[in-house]
């Protein structure tokens, strides 16, 4: 029993040396976490007319617009006001895929489906920005 307690003891000391001399920094970059972070400079969205292309085949598009305005709750979809099959071809904006009036299990609806209400996570704007982080994808 005891050389079970020393060898996690030791395994335990083992980990925190190795991870105290690691050369380690976070995204927040070398700010110290119990202090405010500094403001990021807001970027402009970038105008597409056309939208952007996309890089692979089944890509979401992406958006060529701002969407600063556009509101997304449990009641209601701003971006429904252009892109729903009813108002998209007034407006010269693509439709939403079919997917987004399928129930989960595959049935088709006439509305666009409320869990499909989260366009901003697939669906991005796009700004002339620095990468974050190097990407050869």
Known sequence: MKLVQITMVAMILAIFSISA???????????????????????????????????????????????????????????????????????????IGESHYLTRDGKKLAKPSTRRWFCNQYHIPQVKADPLVQNNF
């Open 21 to 95: 001399n690691a050369d380690l920094q976070s995204l927040r970059g070398g700010y110290a976490l119990d202090k405010d972070s500094q403001m990021f400079d807001k970027k402009r969205q970038m105008k597409r007319k056309g939208g952007f292309d996309r890089n692979y085949k089944k890509q979401p598009p992406l958006i060529p617009h701002s969407i600063e305005k556009e509101r997304i709750t449990l009641r209601g979809n701003t971006c429904l006001k252009c892109h729903s099959k009813e108002n998209h071809k007034r407006e010269k904006a693509p439709a």
